[in-house]
C-alpha cells in the first residue's frame, strides 16, 4: 500500500499536474483567453439557458450544466480545501484560484468538442469522451478503454468514496449506523438512475441549487459578519502564495503544489468526467455548452472552494494541528455558528456526496452505451453501481481511492492527448461563433457545413 501510494504521489506530483498545467496554459493561448475576454458572453449564455427542456425530451443547456455541476461539487469542495490548507498553508487557495482560471480554458475545449461529437439516443444526446474519440481520432479501441476506465474510476470508485465520507460524517453527526446510511443511499439512488438520464437531470436540478446556495449563504453571512478580517486574510494568502514570509525554502513549492492539484481534481477539468454531461444538451451552437461548462469550473472553484477556505481563515484559528480534512471544516463553522454547524456539515455533505453519485451514474451509462448499446447491459451496471456505492459505506477505502488515483492518470493523458489533437477543431468553432456575433447574430447556430473541415458523417448531430 505505501509503495502504491509512492507510485501514486510521483506520477501526479511529477508528471500530471505539469502536464495539466502546461495543456491548461495552451488551451488557454489557443482559445486567445476565452475564459476572460469571452466571460461576458459566457454570464449572457449562462443566463439564457435556464430554461427547462420541452417537455423532457431534451436536456437543456442549463440542465447539463446542473449535471456536470452535481459531479464536479463533492466532498473534496469541503474536506480536499481543508486538506490543501492544512498542508500548503494560505497560499495553496491563491494558486488554486489561478489553475481554475487556466482550467476554464481546458474545460471549454473538451466540453465543445462533446457537442460537436455527440450522438443521438432516443429522444436524448450522448457524448463524452469515448466518441470524440472513436469518431474524431478513428480509434474505436482506445475509446473502449477509456470508457472502461471512466466506468470504474467515476462511477464505482469515486462514487464508493463519496458514500464511506457520506457515512462516516452522518454517524458522528447524527448517531446513524453506516448499514443504515448505505441502505438510505441505495434507495435513492434506485429511484433515480433507474429514470435515466431525464430523471437524474431532474433531481440534480433540484438538488444542486438547494445545497449550493444553503452553502454559500451560510458561509456569506460569516463572511460579512467578519467583514473586517477580511483584508488581512487576502493578505495572508498572496503573502504566503509568493514566500514573502516563508521562512522555509519548499513553502512556496508546497503552497504551489497543493493549491494546483486542490484545483485540478475539484473541477476535473481534462479530467474527462464533464464532457459527458456537456454532451447531453440540446443547443444551437457547440460552443454554447462549451462556454457553460467554464462557467462550471469557475462556480466550482472560485466560489464553492473558496467558501470553504474563507470559513477557515475565520474560524479555525483556534483548531489543534491534529484536525484536518472535513473535521476542520466543521470546528471553523462551529466557532461561528455553535453546535448546529456539525449537523448542517453532515447533510451539506450527504447532498454533495450523493448528486455525485447519480451524475457519475450517467457518466458510466453513457460509456456502458457506448461499449454496447443494450439496455440489459445499462441495466447490469445500475444494479451493480448502487450494491459497490452501499458496499463502500460500510468498508474501508483507503486501498481503493489509491486505485482511483492510479486509474485516473490513463484517464486524464488519454483525454488530453485526445483534446489536444482536436483541439483545432474547437478554435475554428469559436471563430464562428464569434464572427456570428460580430454580424449581430444573438443566438449563434451552427451547421456542420459553415465549416467545411467539419462537413464529416462522424458529426452527426449539426
Given at each position: 500500500?505505501?509503495?502504491?501510494?509512492?507510485?501514486?504521489?510521483?506520477?501526479?506530483?511529477?508528471?500530471?499536474?505539469?502536464?495539466?498545467?502546461?495543456?491548461?496554459?495552451?488551451?488557454?493561448?489557443?482559445?486567445?483567453a476565452?475564459?476572460?475576454?469571452?466571460?461576458?458572453e459566457?454570464?449572457?449564455?449562462?443566463?439564457?439557458?435556464?430554461?427547462?427542456?420541452?417537455?423532457?425530451?431534451?436536456?437543456?443547456?442549463?440542465?447539463?450544466?446542473?449535471?456536470?455541476?452535481?459531479?464536479?461539487?463533492?466532498?473534496?469542495?469541503?474536506?480536499?480545501?481543508?486538506?490543501?490548507?492544512?498542508?500548503?498553508?494560505?497560499?495553496?487557495?491563491?494558486?488554486?484560484?489561478?489553475m481554475?482560471?487556466?482550467?476554464?480554458?481546458?474545460?471549454?475545449?473538451?466540453?465543445?468538442?462533446?457537442?460537436?461529437?455527440?450522438?443521438?439516443?432516443?429522444?436524448?444526446?450522448?457524448?463524452?469522451?469515448?466518441?470524440?474519440?472513436?469518431?474524431?481520432?478513428?480509434?474505436?479501441?482506445?475509446?473502449?478503454?477509456?470508457?472502461?476506465?471512466?466506468?470504474l474510476?467515476?462511477?464505482?470508485?469515486?462514487?464508493?468514496?463519496?458514500?464511506?465520507?457520506?457515512?462516516?460524517?452522518?454517524?458522528e453527526?447524527?448517531?446513524?449506523?453506516?448499514?443504515?446510511?448505505?441502505?438510505?443511499?441505495?434507495?435513492?439512488?434506485?429511484?433515480?438512475?433507474?429514470?435515466?438520464?431525464?430523471?437524474?437531470?431532474?433531481?440534480?436540478?433540484?438538488?444542486?441549487?438547494?445545497?449550493?446556495?444553503?452553502?454559500?449563504?451560510?458561509?456569506l453571512c460569516?463572511?460579512?459578519?467578519?467583514?473586517q478580517?477580511?483584508?488581512?486574510?487576502?493578505?495572508?494568502?498572496?503573502?504566503?502564495?509568493?514566500?514573502?514570509?516563508?521562512?522555509?525554502?519548499?513553502?512556496?513549492?508546497?503552497?504551489?503544489?497543493?493549491?494546483?492539484?486542490?484545483?485540478?481534481?475539484?473541477?476535473?477539468?481534462?479530467?474527462?468526467?464533464?464532457?459527458?454531461?456537456?454532451?447531453?444538451?440540446?443547443?444551437?451552437?457547440?460552443?454554447?455548452?462549451?462556454?457553460?461548462?467554464?462557467?462550471?469550473?469557475?462556480?466550482d472553484?472560485?466560489?464553492?472552494?473558496?467558501?470553504?477556505?474563507?470559513?477557515?481563515?475565520?474560524?479555525?484559528?483556534?483548531?489543534?494541528e491534529?484536525?484536518?480534512?472535513?473535521?476542520?471544516?466543521?470546528?471553523?463553522?462551529?466557532?461561528?455558528?455553535?453546535?448546529?454547524?456539525?449537523?448542517f456539515?453532515?447533510?451539506?455533505?450527504?447532498?454533495?456526496?450523493?448528486?455525485?453519485?447519480?451524475?457519475?451514474?450517467?457518466?458510466?451509462?453513457?460509456?456502458?452505451?457506448?461499449?454496447?448499446?443494450d439496455?440489459?447491459?445499462?441495466?447490469?451496471?445500475?444494479?451493480?453501481?448502487?450494491l459497490?456505492?452501499?458496499?463502500?459505506?460500510?468498508?474501508?477505502?483507503?486501498?481503493?481511492?489509491?486505485?482511483?488515483?492510479?486509474?485516473?492518470?490513463?484517464?486524464?493523458?488519454?483525454?488530453?492527448?485526445?483534446?489536444?489533437?482536436?483541439?483545432?477543431?474547437?478554435?475554428?468553432?469559436?471563430?464562428?461563433?464569434?464572427?456570428?456575433?460580430?454580424?449581430?447574430?444573438?443566438?449563434?447556430?451552427?451547421?456542420?457545413k459553415a465549416?467545411?473541415?467539419?462537413?464529416?458523417?462522424?458529426?452527426?448531430?449539426?
Amino acid at each position: 500500500m505505501e509503495l502504491f501510494s509512492t507510485i501514486n504521489d510521483f506520477l501526479w506530483n511529477y508528471i500530471m499536474v505539469e502536464v495539466m498545467v502546461v495543456l491548461a496554459l495552451w488551451f488557454t493561448i489557443k482559445t486567445k483567453a476565452m475564459q476572460i475576454t469571452m466571460l461576458p458572453e459566457m454570464f449572457r449564455t449562462l443566463r439564457g439557458t435556464t430554461q427547462k427542456s420541452e417537455g423532457g425530451r431534451t436536456i437543456s443547456s442549463f440542465e447539463a450544466f446542473l449535471i456536470s455541476l452535481a459531479s464536479r461539487v463533492g466532498v473534496g469542495n469541503l474536506a480536499g480545501v481543508a486538506l490543501a490548507i492544512t498542508i500548503g498553508g494560505p497560499g495553496a487557495i491563491f494558486w488554486m484560484w489561478v489553475m481554475a482560471i487556466l482550467n476554464a480554458a481546458t474545460s471549454f475545449v473538451e466540453s465543445t468538442l462533446a457537442q460537436l461529437y455527440k450522438s443521438k439516443d432516443g429522444n436524448y444526446f450522448i457524448g463524452g469522451p469515448a466518441y470524440y474519440i472513436s469518431k474524431g481520432l478513428k480509434s474505436r479501441k482506445l475509446a473502449v478503454v477509456v470508457a472502461i476506465l471512466s466506468v470504474l474510476t467515476f462511477s464505482f470508485i469515486i462514487c464508493s468514496v463519496q458514500s464511506n465520507t457520506i457515512a462516516i460524517s452522518s454517524e458522528e453527526a447524527f448517531g446513524i449506523p453506516s448499514i443504515w446510511t448505505a441502505i438510505i443511499i441505495g434507495v435513492l439512488m434506485s429511484l433515480t438512475i433507474f429514470g435515466g438520464i431525464g430523471r437524474v437531470a431532474k433531481v440534480s436540478s433540484m438538488l444542486v441549487p438547494i445545497m449550493a446556495f444553503a452553502y454559500i449563504f451560510v458561509v456569506l453571512c460569516i463572511v460579512i459578519a467578519n467583514i473586517q478580517h477580511l483584508p488581512a486574510v487576502f493578505t495572508m494568502i498572496i503573502e504566503n502564495a509568493f514566500g514573502i514570509n516563508q521562512v522555509v525554502g519548499g513553502g512556496v513549492g508546497v503552497a504551489f503544489m497543493m493549491g494546483i492539484k486542490r484545483g485540478l481534481f475539484s473541477n476535473e477539468a481534462g479530467m474527462g468526467s464533464a464532457p459527458n454531461a456537456a454532451a447531453t444538451a440540446d443547443v444551437k451552437h457547440p460552443v454554447n455548452q462549451g462556454f457553460v461548462q467554464a462557467m462550471g469550473v469557475f462556480v466550482d472553484t472560485l466560489l464553492i472552494c473558496s467558501c470553504t477556505a474563507f470559513l477557515i481563515f475565520l474560524g479555525g484559528a483556534g483548531a489543534s494541528e491534529e484536525l484536518t480534512g472535513i473535521a476542520l471544516t466543521q470546528y471553523a463553522l462551529s466557532t461561528h455558528a455553535g453546535a448546529w454547524a456539525y449537523h448542517f456539515i453532515a447533510i451539506i455533505i450527504f447532498f454533495f456526496g450523493f448528486s455525485t453519485c447519480i451524475s457519475n451514474s450517467y457518466y458510466g451509462e453513457a460509456n456502458i452505451r457506448f461499449i454496447k448499446d443494450d439496455k440489459r447491459y445499462v441495466t447490469i451496471f445500475r444494479i451493480l453501481m448502487i450494491l459497490i456505492v452501499m458496499l463502500g459505506a460500510v468498508m474501508p477505502l483507503d486501498v481503493v481511492w489509491a486505485m482511483a488515483d492510479f486509474l485516473m492518470v490513463f484517464i486524464v493523458l488519454i483525454n488530453l492527448i485526445a483534446i489536444t489533437k482536436l483541439g483545432g477543431y474547437t478554435y475554428l468553432l469559436l471563430d464562428d461563433y464569434k464572427a456570428q456575433r460580430k454580424r449581430g447574430i444573438k443566438t449563434p447556430v451552427f451547421t456542420k457545413k459553415a465549416i467545411k473541415e467539419l462537413d464529416t458523417p462522424d458529426i452527426e448531430c449539426w
